[in-house]
């Protein structure tokens, strides 16, 4: 069964910084893309950043370009989001999820798996 769990969540104040990651038990984990996404109330589900199966490619989202640092590490099968300059707008339930292929995905349609989420509450 595949699981991905997040961890790394919590309320922070903004400017503030917080470290999201994401233990996958897919196998191979150095052959899946990975990606972040996250979801505020009232919203869609939205990208944050994606990194490819080598962590060579990495895409992020414009409103987190420059704070936002996805990574990985396949020895550990775990994906990191190291989130900086928090604000408020970036509360959400974060989710990691994982695509059966080795280049890089925006669309929440091309993840295959999905982890529970992790709430992020940044306070003014």
């Known amino acids: 069964q595949v699981q991905l769990v997040e961890s790394g969540g919590g309320l922070v104040q903004a400017g503030g910084s917080l470290r999201l990651s994401c233990l996958a038990s897919?196998?191979?984990?150095?052959?899946?893309?990975m990606g972040w996404f996250r979801q505020a109330p009232g919203k869609e589900r939205e990208i944050v950043a994606a990194?490819?199966?080598?962590?060579?490619?990495?895409v992020y989202a414009d409103s987190v370009t420059g704070r936002f640092t996805i990574s990985r590490d396949n020895a550990k099968r775990t994906v990191y989001l190291q989130m900086n300059s928090l604000t408020p707008e970036d509360t959400a339930v974060y989710y990691c999820?994982?695509?059966?292929?080795?280049?890089?995905?925006?669309?929440?349609?091309?993840?295959?798996?999905w982890g529970q989420g992790t709430q992020v509450t940044v306070s003014s």
């Open positions: 999820a994982a695509n059966l292929g080795s280049s890089v995905y925006v669309s929440p349609h091309d993840y295959n798996y």
């Open positions: 897919i196998r191979p984990f150095s052959r899946i893309a």
């Open positions: 990194i490819s199966w080598s962590g060579s490619n990495t």
